[in-house]
C-alpha cells in the first residue's frame, strides 16, 4: 500500500513584489481560484486552487538572484492536468493571447513563453508523450499542460 496518495501543492518562485502579476497570470489567464494565505505570510505567498481538487498551486515572492536569464531556461517544471483536448486548445490560446499582447486586459503577468497553438510543443519528442504544450509564466518559471 503506498504511503503517498497524492500531490497537495506546487510551490514556483517568482520575484519579489509581483502579486498582481502573479493575480493576472494565474488567477485570469490559468482560471485558478485565488486562496486565502496564512496572515503572516500575506505579503509574501499567493495561493491558487486547482479547480475542486484540493490541490494548489504556491506562489512564493523570491530573491531576484533565482531568476537569472539561466535559471529561466531551467526544464524543471509541474505539469497540470487539463480535462479534455477542447479545453486543453483553449488554455493554449489563452496563454499564447496573453504572451502574444492581444487585448488591453493582458498587460499584467504577461508570460515569457508559450508553445503557439496548431505547431508542435517544445518539449522533448516522442511517442511515448502525450498532447500538451508548454509555457513560462512572467518570472520564466516553465509549466507544461496535458490531458
Request: overall charge negative; aromatic content about 10%.
Amino acid at each position: 500500500m503506498p504511503l503517498i496518495t497524492g500531490l497537495h501543492h506546487v510551490n514556483l518562485i517568482v520575484p519579489p513584489n509581483t502579486l498582481p502579476q502573479a493575480n493576472a497570470f494565474y488567477g485570469k489567464t490559468l482560471g485558478l481560484t485565488p486562496r486565502p494565505v496564512p496572515r503572516l505570510q500575506k505579503e509574501r505567498l499567493a495561493w491558487f486552487d486547482i479547480g475542486s481538487s484540493g490541490q494548489q498551486v504556491h506562489i512564493a515572492f523570491g530573491r531576484e538572484v533565482d531568476f537569472t536569464e539561466e535559471a529561466q531556461k531551467a526544464s524543471r517544471h509541474p505539469c497540470f492536468r487539463v480535462g479534455s483536448l477542447e479545453e486543453l486548445g483553449e488554455l493554449q490560446r489563452r496563454v499564447w493571447e496573453h504572451f502574444t499582447g492581444k487585448g488591453e486586459e493582458w498587460e499584467e503577468g504577461r508570460p515569457v513563453g508559450c508553445d503557439e497553438p496548431g505547431k508542435e510543443d517544445s518539449g522533448a519528442k516522442g511517442v511515448e508523450y502525450p498532447t500538451r504544450f508548454f509555457a513560462r509564466d512572467y518570472a520564466g518559471n516553465r509549466l507544461e499542460f496535458t490531458l
